[in-house]
């Protein structure tokens, strides 16, 4: 699975919009790009997947560029209970592998008041 | 939406006993559950891939005879760390993916070992 780097910590004041990059520049044709996020002490939750084209559910937008090399997530109106370390983690869906997941050092997300 | 769930959510024992950690996917059925250790301040490391009706699939430096996987149905997977110390104090997490290939996080088991 392709490698990600993500910046170590960003920060965003609490109604603004929380725009989070991660770049996957070795990625492969038929690997998709997935967003995860941890609040402290508790599991991962998911929050949004894309191969190629842009994507919107009811938590996040997820922007990829043409290349594929680099990809933003974009948390429209942050608000403090946002505040979590997000991961981001390129891989083959299904496979072989059945859906593990290798976890990077993430971006830890603080949103203030 | 999807729910695993994981028994107990802390525990503590003495150095040399044995700890049972539950994974339950609570409304979907999962052929393959995924177990994570996580210490402080640190990100999530994948320790093993638990296969209903087959032997576990560990990574690289985890000793499978430490830590213990049985899957023993298609709700159920369950890790047994073995003469626990305290260096294996961390916060344990499994997963089970939906057949849309999402996973789903339990909310972890903090591990104390005195």
């Known amino acids: 699975d392709a490698k990600t780097t993500q910046p170590t910590s960003m920060d965003c004041a609490e109604g603004r919009a929380a725009n989070l990059p991660c770049n996957h520049s070795?990625?492969?044709?038929?690997?998709?790009v997935y967003w995860y996020r941890q609040i402290h002490s508790q599991g991962p939750q998911y929050i949004i997947h894309?191969?190629?084209n842009n994507e919107t559910n009811e938590m996040a937008s997820l922007i990829i560029t043409e290349d594929r090399k680099s990809s933003t997530l974009i948390l429209p109106h942050a608000t403090l209970r946002d505040t979590a370390v997000y991961y981001c983690?390129?891989?083959?869906?299904?496979?072989?592998?059945?859906?593990?997941?290798?976890f990077g050092q993430g971006t830890e997300l603080s949103v203030k008041p | 939406g999807a729910v695993v769930s994981q028994h107990p959510s802390r525990v503590i024992c003495k150095s040399g006993t044995s700890v049972k950690i539950e994974c339950r996917s609570l409304d979907f059925q999962a052929t393959t559950m995924f177990w994570y250790r996580q210490f402080p301040k640190k990100s999530l490391m994948l320790m093993a891939t638990?296969?209903?009706?087959?032997?576990?699939?560990?990574e690289q430096g985890v000793e499978k005879d430490k830590f213990l996987i049985n899957h023993a149905s298609l709700t159920l997977s369950t890790l047994t760390v073995t003469s626990a110390h305290p260096e294996d104090s961390s916060f344990y997490i499994c997963?089970?993916?939906?057949?849309?290939?999402?996973?789903?996080f339990g909310p972890g088991t903090r591990l104390t070992v005195l």
């Open positions: 070795t990625i492969s044709g038929n690997e998709y």
């Open positions: 638990s296969n209903e009706g087959s032997k576990a699939t560990y």
């Open positions: 997963s089970a993916p939906l057949a849309t290939d999402t996973q789903y």
């Open positions: 983690i390129v891989r083959v869906a299904g496979g072989n592998q059945g859906g593990k997941l290798i």
């Open positions: 894309g191969l190629k």
